[in-house]
């Protein structure tokens, strides 16, 4: 399966896919910092307003890669069961995680948003977008979290998956438009010949040139 250039590739590729399926959307939700580049093209494809969902992960004690659980900016965590009870864990056991997640959650909202209110969602077509979906536990949080926003309709949108993917996801989101499930996916990473890190330069630049348009 061809690989992905980068996550403008990506994003191009995934609105057309979107344009060729008549999906509408007027407020698109990229999950910084990867998911962002992928959202503002979609976003501008679609005709949508730009904004952000910002998501920190909960990582496992010692092993801070490994998501067991994410939150969102209503701050309330949102575990991943079949991790949890694979590694043994309870939600308790990651108080002193979660914690610090919300001072550097706090941080980034300040830092992407500064004095520019939260676009609304209440009544409108939401559709929020990664680059990529591997346990969906980001993703999970970032639709419960904006569910509560009483959109009119919600969808999630990734340019690749994991097989299970659109299972994930099919109680948290209206609709999910998964471009690529490869058999063999590993990480989201590697269906990118360029996955280097999304600096929170770049998301503050691709919000500020949607908010000029």
């Known amino acids: 399966m061809e690989l992905f250039e980068d996550r403008v590739d990506a994003g191009n590729q995934l ?8 999906v509408s959307a007027d407020l698109v939700l990229g999950l910084p910092r990867g998911g962002v580049p992928v959202a503002a093209r979609v976003a501008a494809a679609l005709g949508a307003d730009l904004d952000i969902a910002v998501i920190r992960k909960i990582g ?3 092993r801070p890669e490994l998501g067991v659980g994410a939150m969102a900016e209503d701050e309330h965590p949102c575990f991943d069961q079949s991790n949890l009870s694979w590694l043994g864990l309870r939600p308790s056991d990651l108080a002193e995680t979660a914690a610090a997640e919300v001072v550097e959650l706090r941080r980034r909202v300040a830092l992407y948003r500064g004095s520019r209110p939260r676009l609304p969602l209440d009544g409108r077509r939401v559709l929020v977008v990664d680059d ?15 569910r509560r926003k009483e959109p009119a309709w919600l969808g999630f949108a990734a340019p690749v998956s994991a097989p299970d993917g659109a299972t994930l996801l099919a109680s948290y989101a209206d609709r999910v438009f998964l471009l690529r499930r490869p058999p063999s996916f590993a990480a989201v990473g590697a269906w990118y010949r360029d996955f280097s890190a999304t ?3 770049e998301v503050i630049d691709l919000l500020r040139v949607a908010v000029r348009h």
Not at 15 to 22: I, K, N, P, S, T
């Open 199 to 201: 600096t929170d330069a």
């Open 132 to 146: 990529g979906l591997a346990t969906g536990v980001t993703a999970r949080a970032a639709l419960r979290w904006a």
């Open 15 to 22: 609105a057309g896919e979107l344009l060729a399926r008549h």
């Open 60 to 62: 496992a004690p010692g």
